[in-house]
């Protein structure tokens, strides 16, 4: 996962056990255990989650209990939209371009 893809990802208010799984590179079984982990952790603070079909938890909880560098993941997006504007910039000429090889 590219850090513009992660970064659409913690932009997220909530996060489900997808959202975890996909920033966390993990699997099912463990992503259950990191939003249950959370889960338990607001209900210490005396806090309430939202009831629906699909239990979600906060973002901020999730970067915070993965101790990700949200400013270090910010500016990695932009360096990756950075070079994707100068490499479109440099290659436009060759993409009207046309290669012909006679024999």
Not at 9 to 17: E, N
Not at 32 to 39: L, T
Not at 62 to 83: H, R, S, T
Request: aromatic content about 8%; overall charge positive; glycine content about 4%.
């Amino acid at each position: 996962m590219s850090y513009l893809e992660l970064f659409h990802l913690i932009s997220k208010p909530w996060a489900s056990i997808n959202e975890i799984r996909l920033i966390a590179n993990c699997g099912r079984d463990s992503a259950i255990k990191i939003r249950n982990n959370i889960e338990n952790t607001i209900k210490k603070e005396g806090k309430l989650l939202p009831k629906s079909k699909t239990i979600v938890v906060p973002m901020k909880y999730v970067i915070d209990y993965l101790g990700l560098d949200v400013n270090y993941i910010m500016n990695m997006a932009q360096n990756e939209l950075k070079f994707m504007a100068n490499n479109n910039e440099n290659n436009r000429t060759m993409n009207y371009a046309g290669v012909s090889i006679s024999k």
